[in-house]
């Protein structure tokens, strides 16, 4: 059974019926529905301009990094600021409008566990930035439109941390964290080979343990 007593609609000063729903789920299908039903609330509140027909749903068990993510067709001649011609994109391609246009919010289950419901809502927000880019240029990205477009729906631009990484990186003369990684790496099986940023020391690698 989930635990999901972290999140707290009084984290979040609109306390909307949408809200404490949210704040409650406790499946996967609960879950994409009440970021559906807030995502809608939200694009009316912060005028986001977002088609949510051809946004499709997921929630993602393995993701250890980001909190959402939105899943799309890369299109090599799409940039932030040149609005797409999805139709003349499509003929060139030979692929129907609705395949591009189509995209997925990939909503990530330990994150939603993790988060209190103000940072879940914000992570929310921070996608359909990234969706109202999609579908008006075609790609998306975090620069400086981006940027802006995030701090106006008052979205966080990165994203908490919320799983323990696999191995901590720590400089060897004064102790401080110099990396993380979630998984084996290259970094991690050859950490002698580097220095710290710090004090240009040896780089010591410590695996958490559950």
């Not at 088609?51 to 799309?72: L, N």
């Amino acid at each position: 059974m989930s635990d999901s007593r972290q999140l707290s609609p009084d984290t979040d000063p609109e306390d909307s019926p949408t809200v404490r729903a949210l704040a409650h789920a406790g499946t996967h299908e609960e879950l994409i529905l009440g970021s559906r039903a807030y995502c809608r609330e939200a694009a009316r509140e912060y005028d986001i301009d977002v088609a949510f027909s051809p946004v499709d749903w997921e929630v993602s068990t393995r993701a250890k990094r980001r909190a959402a993510a939105v899943k799309r067709p890369k299109l090599s001649t799409a940039e932030v600021g040149e609005p797409m011609d999805w139709q003349r994109a499509a003929d060139r391609l030979g692929r129907p409008v609705e395949d591009l246009r189509t995209c997925t919010l990939s909503l990530t289950w330990d994150a939603y566990q993790s988060f209190d419901v103000g940072e879940w809502t914000s992570t929310l927000r921070h996608e359909l930035v990234h969706v109202e880019q999609f579908q008006r240029y075609g790609t998306t990205d975090h620069g400086p439109a981006f940027r802006e477009r995030a701090a106006a729906v008052d979205a966080t631009v990165r994203c908490p941390p919320f799983a323990d990484p696999k191995y901590v990186l720590t400089c060897a003369e004064c102790g401080n964290v110099v990396g993380r990684r979630y998984r084996d790496c290259k970094l991690v099986r050859e950490h002698d080979q580097y220095h710290s940023s710090c004090c240009g020391a040896d780089v010591a690698c410590s695996e958490e343990r559950e």
